[in-house]
């Protein structure tokens, strides 16, 4: 009886979950940046698919390593495929939250775990107080922090299994708390039915374990673990969406109304992120360079985002690679204005 009760409850709440949304006005959009470029000592800024990056001067210092898949590009890859998977409602929401990047913060590698935290959101309701009382940087309140860049990039090197997106995880607490609202009934009653009927208590990992799921911690983790099922995989069963549907019907009901019921954009996005990465890395060897785009407005951009990458390179000292990186965009894109803003940057560093 008590499972009928918070099924009628869960469905109900969910059904005025669904209609709250639709009557949410958008907010207007700002030209302003987020974030300006040297708000946060330590930290450069960048935008990257839309979302807006801190990296770490540690990381910095690492973007250039002896990776076949670069740092930048597996942040790329990432976040590209967390645009396919959400709305573009929830898209934008995702675009206004800041990701802090470091290299291999040892908070990620846990004293007597074994395991790798690679990531992680910080929810705070005192907007960064609780986080500075603890000696916390305040501004991570409430975004996501990338613990162990290292980490996420050795995932995403080819060759290297990664079925997951790793850091959906993450950025659904961020939907969670900034669209649906930390302390959503709706979440919490499809968490104690789920509870009530311990289908967290002993499942399957991925690694064939039988364990207690990570979605049985809280309603927090019910919320962003379910997510990753019906979106992308879980590490832990119910691995997909289809699995999540027949074990827990009520989970699969508050997913469809929070992030659609789109089968067709997750199997896309799914296909799409299994072609990057088993395909080549965008990092060629100097001596063969890609062919730049031919259009003068793809040009443009692409000479933009090399010209961000090489301001990077300055700012950590690495001048003779930066120099490199200006010689070959001049020769690249001989006609754009970020080759002329190359020119200058390479007298300056003359």
């Not at 009628?8 to 949410?24: H, I, P």
């Not at 609202?181 to 009530?196: E, H, L, S, T």
């Not at 997750?266 to 080549?280: E, L, T």
């Not at 793809?298 to 690495?318: C, N, V």
């Amino acid at each position: 009886m008590r499972f009928v009760l918070s099924l009628c409850l869960a469905l109900g709440l969910v059904a005025g979950f669904s209609s709250a949304q639709e009557k949410t006005p958008a907010k207007k959009k700002s030209d302003k940046p987020l974030i300006p470029e040297k708000a946060v000592p330590g930290y450069t800024v960048k935008k990257l698919e839309g979302f807006h990056l801190l990296i770490s001067d540690e990381t910095t210092k690492h973007l250039d390593d002896q990776f076949e898949r670069k740092p930048m590009e597996v942040l790329e890859l990432e976040l590209k495929g967390i645009a396919r998977v959400v709305t573009s409602r929830q898209l934008k929401i995702l675009q206004t939250i800041a990701i802090f990047v470091e290299w291999d913060d040892p908070e990620a590698h846990p004293a007597n775990t074994g395991g790798v935290v690679v990531a992680r959101y910080w929810y705070d309701s005192g907007n960064g107080i609780g986080m500075f009382r603890e000696g916390r940087n305040p501004l991570k309140a409430n975004n996501v922090e990338i613990l162990t860049m290292k980490f996420l990039t050795e995932k995403w090197q080819p060759g290297k299994s990664n079925e997951q997106l790793i850091l959906l995880h993450e950025v659904s607490h961020a939907i969670h708390n900034h669209l649906v609202g930390g302390r959503n009934p709706i979440v919490q009653a499809a968490y104690q039915q789920a509870m009530d009927r311990k289908l967290y208590d002993e499942v399957k990992h991925v690694s064939g374990r039988t364990q207690r799921a990570y979605a049985a911690t809280s309603d927090h983790e019910y919320f962003a673990e379910l997510s990753c099922a019906y979106l992308d995989k879980c590490a832990f069963f119910p691995f997909t969406r289809e699995e999540l549907k027949s074990h827990d019907p009520v989970g699969f009901k508050l997913m469809e109304q929070v992030w659609g019921k789109s089968d067709n954009r997750s199997a896309k996005a799914k296909a799409a992120m299994q072609v990057a990465a088993k395909s080549s890395p965008k990092t060629e060897p100097p001596s063969k360079p890609s062919a730049p785009p031919t259009s003068p407005k793809d040009q443009e951009s692409a000479a933009e985002q090399k010209l961000e990458l090489i301001d990077i390179l300055i700012k950590s000292g690495k001048t003779d690679k930066a120099r490199e990186r200006l010689q070959d965009l001049i020769k690249a894109y001989p006609e754009t204005k970020s080759a002329g803003k190359a020119k200058e940057l390479l007298d300056k560093l003359k």
